[in-house]
């Protein structure tokens, strides 16, 4: 990476760069190791400790190390904003990568976190400049310590809170050329689906496969085949060609990790991506004609909740589409 340094004899100012004075040349690799470090020393903390995915970890970790790489690239050189930037972005790429390496996560899930953080580790990179600037050189111990001291005090305050998040719903309708007695015998159960094709689910999210029912009525339990096991739903509502709601009483995990090793993180070992009930409900638009909406409520342990929900949400409906097209071609079939 090359970084733009005066020479020793030089005191610059300009627009865009800011005061330069001399600088060590080993700043910038000094700032990636310790925010390296300091970031997979947080993210254990956060992950095997408290098991909490939320702000501090997601924002705060990314925020920090950025803080932290720029703070000793920037601390004796100013450097452009643009060095500072690279900096503080390859800080949060390479704890990534250290991430996959030592079975912390996998790679889909780190390529998920990864819009969010980088925006947070440019921030930081930014602030610390700033500081460094505004003091012309001068130490600043003080707002060095503090974000030391705030993100781990924030994270500790997140587990003591616990919070509970809301419960989410996603509808996905189709309509199907059949008629609605044929379609519900096509909901209740449905032979094996085919291989996927989605990169979504080839990239190892848990897809359905197959289900089928045991019993009838109110009572009844349905099994939904998942590429990772199976959801165990209760049926709660059992309307014959109209409505089919289930509440679920065991799920298997949310998706196969990425990872060149069998890794299970603790948010897929504790299903922090949990659905808690569905249904299927029938609408008959002709003799030969029925619309078929899939419900799904979830709850989603991941914060921010705003920027996690666009993922969950786009999961869920890849999963409805999945179904309610192979109900469409078994229903159209007969």
């Not at 100012?13 to 690799?29: F, H, I, L, N, Y």
């Not at 703070?71 to 690279?86: C, E, P, Q, Y």
């Not at 109110?218 to 409505?243: H, K």
């Not at 298997?252 to 991506?273: D, G, T």
Request: charged residues 15%; glycine residues 8%.
């Amino acid at each position: 990476m090359a970084l733009a340094r005066s020479t020793p004899a030089e005191i610059q100012k300009d627009a865009t760069d800011g005061v330069r004075r001399p600088g060590r040349p080993r700043g910038a690799s000094l700032g990636i190791v310790l925010g390296v470090a300091l970031g997979l020393g947080l993210v254990a903390l956060s992950v095997k400790v408290l098991v909490g995915y939320g702000w501090g970890l997601f924002l705060g970790v990314p925020f920090l190390t950025g803080f932290v790489a720029s703070w000793f690239l920037n601390s004796a050189t100013l450097h452009s904003r643009w060095d500072t930037i690279k900096v503080s972005m390859l800080t949060t790429v390479l704890i990534g990568l250290a991430l996959l390496g030592f079975r912390y996560e996998g790679l889909f899930c780190l390529l998920m976190a990864l819009p969010l953080a980088l925006p947070f580790s440019i921030a930081g990179g930014l602030v610390a400049r700033q500081i460094l600037g505004s003091h012309n050189g001068t130490s600043t111990p003080p707002a060095f310590a503090a974000g030391l001291v705030i993100l781990p005090l924030m994270m500790f305050a997140e587990h003591a809170a616990n919070l509970e998040p809301p419960v989410f719903s996603v509808t996905t309708s189709i309509t199907i050329d059949a008629p609605v007695s044929v379609v519900w015998k096509n909901v209740v159960a449905f032979p094996p689906l085919a291989a996927p094709e989605e990169w979504l689910f080839r990239a190892g999210v848990a897809y359905p496969t197959a289900a089928q029912i045991v019993g009838s009525g109110p009572g009844a339990v349905r099994y939904c085949r998942f590429s990772t096991g199976d959801f165990v739903e209760p049926i709660t509502a059992w309307d014959e060609n109209r409505l089919l709601a289930f509440d679920v009483s065991a799920q298997p995990q949310a998706m196969r990790e990425l990872s060149p090793w069998k890794i299970v993180p603790p948010h897929l070992e504790r299903n922090y991506m949990s659905s808690r009930r569905g249904e299927f409900r029938l609408v008959a638009l002709s003799d030969r004609r029925t619309l078929l909406e899939g419900t799904t409520w979830y709850q989603n342990y991941f914060w921010p909740q705003a920027y996690w929900r666009e993922w969950s949400d786009g999961i869920v409906h890849q999963i409805h589409l999945r179904v309610l097209r192979h109900v469409k071609q078994q229903a159209e079939a007969r």
